[in-house]
């Protein structure tokens, strides 16, 4: 299995302002995702983060909103820009390796904004 | 999109018993896996069943698929408080190998 470790753990945010969340894995895996889950709900996936390349968006989630990175095979950042109160949720970052295996995810971040 | 469809979405029971939720599915998959959540924090992996699978075992976890019938089952024995929880199933909707959750299910165990 995987060890997925993701930060910050919480944030309390203005505004206007933008986050940066970071997603370290302990082993080399093939495919990185970014999920949102609003409170009470289910996890949403954002996008597939692409090592070296342009990560893959779910319809209704942009990259001017929600960019992505990935430089390498363990390493991802999530960024939420411009935030508003409708982006306060639980961002989670998740790992597999190829093809059919499990999906691990990370201890999420909860993002609050005022 | 949603593809896993939990039921019931909440359950409460007392310590001892068992408790069972089913998950249903619209495409075809490869894999189907269940994972729980405490209290809004990350989701610990639970299963991961294969198409060509119908039930697996874990400590007290059994799950099983019908393909037939678009449906998993997860069923927890001998619960404990320490299982409150939700738990989630997720399929890779089409064969994509990327996790699609359900809404999930909420247990309660009282002690």
């Known amino acids: 299995s995987a060890v997925i470790s993701q930060k910050p753990s919480r944030d309390i945010c203005q505004r206007g302002t933008s986050l940066t969340i970071q997603c370290q894995v302990d082993s080399q895996v093939t495919m990185m995702f970014w999920y949102r889950q609003q409170p009470g709900q289910s996890l949403t996936l954002i996008a597939t983060a692409n090592q070296g390349s342009e990560a893959t968006y779910e319809s209704g989630f942009v990259i001017d909103k929600f960019p992505i990175s990935r430089p390498n095979l363990t390493f991802s950042t999530l960024t939420v820009s411009n935030m508003s109160p409708e982006d306060s949720s639980i961002y989670l970052c998740?790992?597999?390796?190829?093809?059919?295996?499990?999906?691990?995810f990370g201890q999420g971040t909860r993002l609050t904004v005022v | 999109s949603q593809q896993g469809e939990e039921d019931p979405q909440a359950l409460s029971i007392q310590e001892g018993e068992n408790a069972t939720m089913n998950c249903s599915y619209k495409t075809s998959i490869n894999n189907l896996q269940w994972y729980r959540q405490n209290s809004g924090r990350g989701l610990v992996h639970l299963i991961l069943i294969r198409s060509n699978e119908r039930e697996k075992h874990s400590g007290r976890l059994r799950v099983t698929l019908d393909t037939s019938k678009k449906s998993s089952s997860l069923l927890i024995t001998a619960s404990r408080a320490a299982d409150t929880a939700s738990y989630f199933c997720a399929t890779d909707e089409g064969g994509s190998y990327i996790p699609t959750f359900g809404r999930g299910t909420s247990l309660i165990v009282h002690p």
């Open positions: 998740s790992a597999a390796g190829i093809g059919d295996t499990e999906a691990f």
